[in-house]
């Protein structure tokens, strides 16, 4: 049962006003006033509701995220580094995962929006824009995550996943590779777009390359693996010499199918670059490739922008992008360049 300031306060035998004060501004009562109220919460359990306090003073010192997905380690660094922001900030970070599903993505902004958050950080599975500017004539800041504004109404921090694509494929023309596999999905995710776009510039740049698109339904290990048993299970003339994978999950579930059976040798007869750098592609059997994402800086400058436009809602809309950054490694049959 939840025990109220009223309780508290004839519990300690004192006013409902020396409880606020001992709550919220202590140096303003006594000594022996003071034990009186502690000793009394401590008694009763109370627990305050900050919720209810941050409403009266019409300011929260929460903000919203919501990721594509939480099990993604690049996700989870973008987090850390928003965590980090916030609370030099004095804020927490409320953390929500859409798994790549709209309507979930929705329940996350619904939520938060009934919370009354300082300000909303999204790296969306579709178009939100519409939704953000709800938000934000209410007085809710938001800012993009991972994605750029269609319409530059809304700030936004992410990396060019377009130079991001031409530059592994670059890199896998570079190696002597010609049958390249982009592998990814599902093609609603903007960034998964973008690099297979960045994929198609480096592909009309050389003449004697040709790509092909293999569709995933999510980017987890598992659908890269299912897409690397296929693609073992192909006679050697028919596979890809080489595989573009939209993430490192995806990465590494094709490394697993690629080589588990023996059938096929990364890097000599498949290459295999991925995109974001997590931590656990220097850990796999064979090191793989990336495209490095700056994982936490993003997730710090996006809290930034958020609190910029919390002070001064007028405040100019920026768009910030960082340059993606190649990493060679074993998969590509490249030397190591961490």
Do not use: C, W
């Amino acid at each position: 049962m939840t025990v109220s300031v009223k309780e508290v306060a004839q519990h300690a035998g004192v006013s409902v006003g020396t409880v606020s004060n001992v709550l919220n501004h202590p140096e303003r009562v006594s000594e022996a006033a003071r034990r009186k109220v502690t000793d009394a919460i401590r008694d009763l359990g109370f627990v305050r509701n900050d919720a209810a306090r941050q409403l009266r003073a019409g300011r929260s010192t929460t903000l919203g995220l919501v990721v594509l997905d939480v099990r993604n380690p690049f996700f989870t660094d973008v987090a850390l580094g928003a965590e980090d922001a916030a609370a030099a900030a004095g804020l927490s970070v409320l953390l929500g995962n859409s798994d790549e599903n709209p309507e979930r993505e929705s329940t996350y902004l619904d939520l938060f929006e009934e919370q009354r958050v300082f300000g909303v950080l999204i790296s969306p599975v579709g178009d939100v824009g519409p939704r953000l500017q709800r938000l934000r004539e209410r007085g809710t800041p938001a800012v993009l995550v991972d994605r750029v504004s269609a319409d530059e109404t809304t700030s936004s921090v992410s990396v060019d996943d377009v130079e991001g694509g031409r530059v592994a494929v670059e890199h896998l023309i570079a190696q002597g590779r010609r049958r390249i596999a982009y592998v990814g999905g599902p093609f609603a995710i903007r960034q998964v777009t973008d690099r297979l776009e960045g994929a198609q510039r480096a592909i009309d740049a050389s003449p004697d390359a040709a790509l092909e698109v293999l569709t995933t339904h999510g980017l987890t290990v598992l659908e890269g693996r299912r897409i690397g048993e296929q693609l073992a299970a192909r006679p050697a003339g028919r596979r890809p010499d080489a595989v573009f994978a939209a993430n490192d999950l995806l990465a590494m579930g094709l490394l697993q199918a690629l080589v588990m059976q023996g059938r096929v040798r990364v890097p000599d007869d498949v290459a295999l670059i991925g995109f974001d750098d997590i931590d656990f592609t220097t850990a796999a059997v064979v090191p793989i490739s990336s495209v490095r994402q700056p994982s936490r800086l993003i997730g710090e400058t996006a809290v930034k922008l958020l609190l910029a436009e919390g002070e001064d809602p007028a405040v100019d809309r920026q768009r910030i992008e960082f340059t993606p950054e190649l990493v060679a490694r074993a998969s590509t049959g490249a030397a190591a360049d961490d």
